[in-house]
Structure formats: C-alpha cells, structure tokens
C-alpha cells in the first residue's frame, strides 16, 4: 500500500476508466453487482473528502485527514442490491431477509471489486491504498457527496503515482505455514 502520491501527476481519466472498469468484473452473489463507486479527482473534491471523513478527536490518527493523492475511489456496497436478487424466483426465497446470509456478500464483493482495483492501479504503474472512513464520520461523507441512503462506503482508495522509495517487505511477511493448512486446520489425520 502506497500512502505518498507525486500530487504533481493526475491520474488520467482513461487509466481512471480502465481501473474501474476492472472493478466491475469482481464476482457477486447471484450477480447482483450491489456496488457503486464515487470518483474523486479534483482537489476541491479531495479536500472535502479529508474534511468529511477525519473525526474531530485525534484527527492526526487516521489516513482520511493525511491523504494527498489525485484520485481517491470510494467503493459502496448495497445490501439491498443483494436482498432483492435473492428474493427473485429463481433464487427460492420468498422475503427480503437477511437472517439466513452466512456473511454479509454486499460488503464481501464489494472489497472483491476494490482488490481489482488496487491490483489493476499496480498494472497501470500506479502505487493505491485501501483505507477506512471512521464509522462516525459515515454520514458525514454521505452527506457531504449526496450518497444516496441504500449505499454504505465500505473504505476509500487513494490512487496516484508513488512518491516512495521502493521497499522489500518480504521479511515482514508471515511465513506460508503459520497462515496456510492442507486437509486439516489442527490434529492428527
């Protein structure tokens, strides 16, 4: 995750295209796409992003109120994208409840669709960070954008050209045994 843009370079609209058309090919339960993205790319705009989602405590805590990039992507998630879809014919349920969904998809497919979207930024030569809005800072933003209602923000994306030294963080990673298991998580076979 890169948090230090070249502010100097905007992110051209085309490569701003081809990033979020690449989000919208992530998967989604019953291809419900229950997603939109808010696109920022002016300063005004950013600015107002870092005013609406820094809480008043301890703003120097969180990225929201350091963010200087060019374009910050907001991806929304819409859970009643997902509630209506299920409650189609051929899905075999009769209601709009949530009760019997093991994980909430809207949120899940939506953070589908922001991973292609970092992933595609790296394609492109461009360095992103995926970041939270603070939860009570949410209908700040909201009002700030005119979200509409059904729409929540699951976290922001900060795209730009990296203004940071290369780093090798292999050894910060964990090891490969410590995270992954075959057949079994624990015990004897």
């Known amino acids: 995750m890169v948090r230090s843009y070249d502010e100097s370079r905007p992110v051209p609209p085309d490569?701003?295209?081809r990033l979020v058309?690449?989000?919208l090919r992530a998967p989604s339960a019953g291809f419900s796409q229950g997603w939109g993205f808010l696109i920022l790319d002016t300063p005004e705009d950013i600015a107002r992003f870092?005013?609406?989602a820094t809480p008043e405590t301890e703003p120097e805590n969180w990225f929201a109120?350091?963010?200087r990039a060019p374009l910050i992507?907001?991806?929304h998630s819409n859970k009643d994208a997902y509630l209506n879809r299920y409650a189609e014919p051929d899905k075999g349920f009769a209601d709009r409840s949530d009760a019997w969904w093991p994980s909430p998809y809207w949120d899940i497919d939506t953070g589908f669709a922001a991973m292609l979207i970092l992933l595609a930024a790296v394609d492109e030569g461009l360095g992103a960070c995926f970041f939270g809005i603070p939860i009570e800072r949410?209908?700040?933003y909201?009002?700030?954008f005119g979200v509409p209602p059904e729409l929540h923000p699951i976290g922001a994306i900060s795209v730009g050209y990296s203004d940071e030294p290369p780093r090798d963080l292999s050894s910060r990673r964990r090891p490969t045994e410590d995270?992954?298991?075959r057949r079994r998580w624990t015990g004897a076979d």
């Open 15 to 17: 490569v701003i295209d």
């Open 21 to 23: 058309q690449t989000g």
């Open 50 to 52: 870092r005013q609406a």
């Open 65 to 67: 109120a350091q963010v």
């Open 73 to 75: 992507i907001v991806p």
């Open 138 to 140: 949410i209908d700040v």
């Open 142 to 144: 909201k009002q700030a």
């Open 179 to 181: 995270v992954v298991r």
